[in-house]
């Protein structure tokens, strides 16, 4: 029998089977090997010594290895295109539920894409990396479901009033310390973004709780909207709270020597901006939004850095009389350690907004999915950086908990950033807000998910933190606690059980162990760091 006929014949015996369309195809080259027939160029996939002709991600059919290129496992994908697979490797079967059924949607999405040629098997199932990997035609830059609007909408959910305790994070660990623990912050939140919002895609998961409950069964899906609910309204409460304490230092200040109250000033700006911005139901709503918050966050960390050199020379000045001025440069006290660790998870927390980012996504591939949470941490730690080491060089031992209270109220230019950043905590409200009404929608019941539903939880959620924050001023360190406790949970716990589900069988062993106990590690090491820092606050 010639190979060709070999092969149809075992295609045909194989569709019998249950097995999906990519075991089948590694099936059919694993006996074109077996048969005794040296494996054609068309057929066999080409070694790590010896690169294949044709990309691995190519936009037209290479005719010279066809089937190769359509098939997906390390032997047929070059190395520097393997992140766009996120690493996955679908030739060995796998038995449990929820790879299964990233297997099935990744094959569903194949065929809705555009036909094979006449050289493709009868009935053979493939995934051509051309619609997968992401080449197909580019979205406007900040058009919804585009690549920018994702990014922008991440970097937004994850950059607001928590950059300003990076300088006194830095005080108290120290630089480098601090930076080393920036740096694990924004490794470990990259590789959560990316498995959630992958799973997302392809498990067609509409929000976190879908996402837990395929990893911890159904009755998990209700905690998870509690945890998020609460989550999302603890944020919205902080960011009132802070902008009492941004616009009363603005109303107050030289130029406009305003005599308002600080209630006046929360509740007046909860009812004409944080409320509107709140109201639109999909988040694709806010993602000019979220590029204008993210530019005052960026404009904010220029200008420190900008005075930081003058408030140096004054610290210069004074740091022969004066211990409080040195820097310190590393710090070997435990508990400022965990604490620098929990400021940095939390000060990548986008997570509560990963599955709507993943399911707007118009270019939902792996690739596009890598790029996304690859350049939204990026980001992040850019100005995270240059903000936290500006304000601590300019302000050492005195860097207060909001450093932008150590800035004089004369000074013009950090006037202005005040203002840049109030705008930033007004807009922060409402990106918060959104998985939060969305969660509770959800414990109310699907069928409840009406506009007028959406209306009456975002009036209720808003009425009761501007209630809580003109009733308190001092609430911050509680809302950090609660922050920190469930960022573990939702940036790293979750994650990994989601991982450990759905994508670990789909790895090779080594990087999935790597993967899973790096993100499970974290978690007891965030959630440790959040019971040091109870007791401590209680003793």
Known sequence: MAPAAEVMSAQRRHDSTSEPGWVSS????????????????????????????????????????????????????????????????????????????????????????????????????????????????????????????????????????????????????????????????????????????????????????????????????????????????????????????????IARSPLLDLNVSREMLIVSIAIMVVWPLSLPRRLSALRYVCVLSVLAIGLTALVVAWRAPSYAQLRSADGGADDQWKLVWWSSDPYAALQSFSIALFSFAAHTNAVPVATALKQADGGSIWRVSLYSVCIELFFYTLMGVAGYVSFGGYTEQDFILNYRNDDMLMFLVRCIYGLVVCLGAPINLSPAASSILGLLGSERRTPVRHFVVVTTIIASCVCVALWSEKVADVIGLIGASFGSLIVLAWPAMIYRRALYDLHPRRLANTIFYSLAFAASLGLTSFVVQTLRAWS
Not at 56 to 78: E, I
Request: charged share 15%; proline share 4%; aromatic share 6%.
């Open 26 to 249: 590694y099936a059919m080259l694993r006996l074109c090997k077996a048969s005794g027939d040296a494996p054609s160029e068309a057929t066999r996939s080409p070694t790590q010594s010896e690169p294949s002709s044709c990309p691995s991600t190519p936009p037209t059919r290479c005719n010279s290895r066809p089937l190769a290129t359509r098939l997906r496992n390390y032997n047929s994908v070059a190395n520097a295109e393997m992140w766009k697979w996120l690493w996955l490797d679908f030739s060995a079967p796998v038995q449990a539920a929820v790879p299964r059924l990233i297997r099935k949607t990744m094959r569903r999405c194949s065929k809705s894409s555009a036909s094979l040629d006449s050289f493709d098997l009868e009935g053979l199932d493939t995934i051509t990396e051309e619609h997968i990997v992401g080449l197909s035609q580019r979205n406007s830059l900040l058009g919804e479901g585009s690549l920018g609007a994702a990014v922008f909408t991440l970097v937004s959910s994850a950059m607001g009033a928590g950059c300003l305790s990076l300088p006194f994070m830095l005080k108290n660990s120290g630089i480098i310390s601090g930076l080393l623990m920036l740096g694990l912050g924004a490794v470990l939140a990259h590789l959560s973004l990316v498995v959630l919002m992958s799973c997302a895609r392809y498990t067609d998961s509409e929000s976190m709780a879908q996402l837990v409950a395929l990893a911890r069964g159904r009755g998990s899906g209700r905690i998870v909207d509690v945890v998020i609910a609460v989550y999302g309204i603890s944020a919205v409460l902080c960011y009132l709270m802070f902008i009492g304490d941004f616009f009363l230092g």
